[in-house]
């Protein structure tokens, strides 16, 4: 009896330890974020070793933004290691999701294949939308190796405290740990410190079970610019405010003592809407054409030449190309999700297809707007910011494209890159190892355009 008795308090005190241990490998995640956990394995003795690295969105967070409105934090940052005082030069189109996507494949929009943020695919015969959440977990929009896959496949554990495409499972692979897309809650500030309070919360966890790369969106400025306008003190506000978040960060990763690298960008940049909407079939009978927004897909060719025939003589506030004449510098005329003809804003100008349907009420454009052609309208130009131990201290960057952030940030977390369209040249002066042995992985392109098959 005394024996059975003894088993029987060695099974409770075994059960409770390992109910312990568990209960110790779950991170204390703030409930206002709700996070999916894929058990992807533990990191590899060689990701173990690897420092960290923190990418930070700040949507819409123009390159002006900060010295004008005095972000103490984010300028801080900038002197501790590098920044663009001059901004970053996104890729055309200068919109969230394209550009998103772009950072963290290295890939041009039309070669990742979002090449807006709502398009359609004659293939498919679907379209895509960023508030369609089938299509959005649907990988088989998506080409290229975005970096949580990157560094999942190589034995590193990862963590999207939301990113566009980290809800799809691309390549067979998904992050670690990532975050639903809810754009009802993406700008209050509950969810906005439950972001921060989450990656700081993962990086307590176990050697063996921690996040080496973790992402984390924020949507302002980005909703304030459009509904204001990019000079509007409400949109100041919001750029207090994510400058205040910067701060937190830094403070609670410092205090983590674990050697981690804080890179804090944007996508894209804000302008102030000129002019009424353009409505592109007040210049040319669209019947046959497919539409999105000012995106024309023609289902015959004769359709398409007759349309570009008229708009191309249209107005000046826009330009009209045949797809395959789009200026090579603007890495937008081999993908047929771009359409034909292909309508290109010569400045910040509202320009859709259609009015709205009878009985649907017309709405003015938005007080601020993006999507443009850099060179065009300087305004597009995005934020860089990055500290830490593999970063130099104290040093500026002309302004560069964004394709090359994907080598760069590879290199920091020991990863080798896939296929890229940038060049770690660009930004290797700005690592404290200068980058060299990896300098060869450098402008590497890829050769299929087309989305990844599932």
């Known amino acids: 009896m005394l024996m059975r008795l003894v088993r029987w308090l060695q099974g409770v005190l075994a059960i409770a330890a390992v109910s312990a241990v568990l209960s110790a490998q779950q991170p204390a995640l703030n409930p206002a974020l709700p996070l999916i956990h894929i058990d992807n394995g533990s990191n590899s003795a060689a990701a173990q070793k690897a420092h960290y690295l923190v990418l930070v969105s700040l949507d819409g967070f123009r390159w002006d933004y900060a010295k004008r409105d005095g972000a103490a934090h984010l300028l801080a940052l900038g ?12 890729s055309f189109p200068s919109l969230t999701f394209p550009n998103h996507f772009t950072i963290v494949t290295g890939l041009y929009p039309e070669h990742h294949g979002l090449i807006a943020n709502s398009f359609y695919d004659e293939t498919k015969k679907a379209r895509y939308a960023i508030s369609d959440p089938a299509v959005v977990t649907d990988g088989s929009w998506y080409a290229g190796v975005p970096l949580w ?20 499972e691309i390549g067979g692979r998904r992050p670690s740990w990532y975050a639903r897309f809810d754009n009802k809650t993406q700008a209050t500030e509950e969810v906005e410190q439950a972001r921060l309070d989450d990656a700081v919360a993962l990086l307590k966890l176990p050697e063996g079970q921690r996040p080496h790369f973790i992402t984390i969106y924020y949507s302002e400025p980005d909703h304030a610019g459009h509904q204001y306008g990019p000079d509007a003190p409400e949109t100041r506000a919001a750029v207090h405010r994510m400058d205040v978040l910067v ?23 804000m302008a102030k809407t000129e002019g009424p909407w353009i409505t592109l079939d007040k210049f040319a009978d669209l019947t046959g054409f497919e539409t999105v927004g000012q995106l024309l897909y023609g289902k015959s060719e004769e359709d398409r030449v007759r349309v570009y025939n008229k ?7 826009f330009v009209a190309y045949r797809r395959k004449d789009v200026p090579a510098g603007l890495h937008y005329n081999q993908n047929a999700r771009e359409g034909d003809p292909v309508i290109i804003a010569t400045g910040p100008y509202a320009i859709r297809a259609h009015e709205p349907e009878a009985g649907k009420a017309d709405t003015p454009p938005k007080a601020g707007s993006h999507g443009f052609d850099v060179q065009a309208v300087p305004q597009m130009k995005a934020s860089f910011f990055a500290a830490g131990p593999d970063i130099v201290a104290g040093k500026t960057v002309a302004p560069f494209e964004n394709v090359n952030l994907y080598p760069w940030m590879a290199h920091i977390l020991g990863l080798s890159p896939a296929k ?15 980058g060299m042995e990896a300098q060869q992985e450098a402008a590497m392109t890829p050769t299929t355009p087309e989305p990844v098959k599932p």
């Open 79 to 90: 002197k501790q290691g590098v920044w663009a005082p001059q901004g970053m030069l996104p």
């Open 247 to 269: 701060g937190k960060l830094k403070a609670a990763l410092d205090a983590t003592q674990l050697p981690i690298d804080l890179v804090v960008i944007s996508d894209h940049g």
């Open 149 to 168: 896959s990157l560094a999942e496949s190589q034995g590193m554990r990862t963590a999207c405290l939301f990113w566009p495409g980290s809800e799809a």
């Open 311 to 317: 708009l191309k003589q249209a107005t000046s506030q």
């Open 420 to 434: 890229n369209d940038g060049s770690l040249n660009i930004l290797a002066g700005t690592l404290r190892d200068n």
